[in-house]
């Protein structure tokens, strides 16, 4: 075998993998900044109206009702 023929595709693979590298840090990188840079946004909860405060309740108060006549039916 040539062995300038090896180093020189030895070389070749060489430069090929330090670009490849470098592009894969520069990717890296960015992703890092980007995440850094941005400050977490805070999760707004959803806000109840007082309509919809009433008719919940009105609807909870049905529901506890229909469990307490279905309790008394099964214990009597």
Same mark, same amino acid.
């Given at each position: 075998?040539?062995?300038? #023929?090896?180093?020189?595709?030895?070389?070749?693979?060489?430069? #090929?993998?330090?670009? !490849?590298?470098?592009? %894969?840090?520069?990717?890296?990188?960015?992703?890092?900044?980007?995440? %850094?840079? /941005? /400050?977490?946004?805070? #999760? #707004?909860? @959803?806000? &109840? /109206? !007082? !309509? @919809?405060?009433?008719? %919940?309740?009105?609807? &909870?108060?049905?529901?506890? !009702?229909? @469990?307490? &006549?279905?309790?008394?039916?099964?214990?009597?």
């Amino acid at each position: 075998m040539d062995v300038k #023929r090896i180093l020189a595709e030895l070389r070749g693979e060489q430069s #090929r993998i330090t670009r !490849a590298v470098a592009a %894969l840090e520069a990717i890296s990188n960015d992703g890092i900044k980007r995440s %850094l840079s /941005t /400050t977490p946004k805070r #999760r #707004r909860r @959803g806000r &109840m /109206t !007082a !309509a @919809g405060r009433k008719r %919940l309740s009105e609807l &909870m108060k049905k529901r506890w !009702a229909q @469990g307490k &006549m279905k309790r008394k039916a099964k214990a009597a």
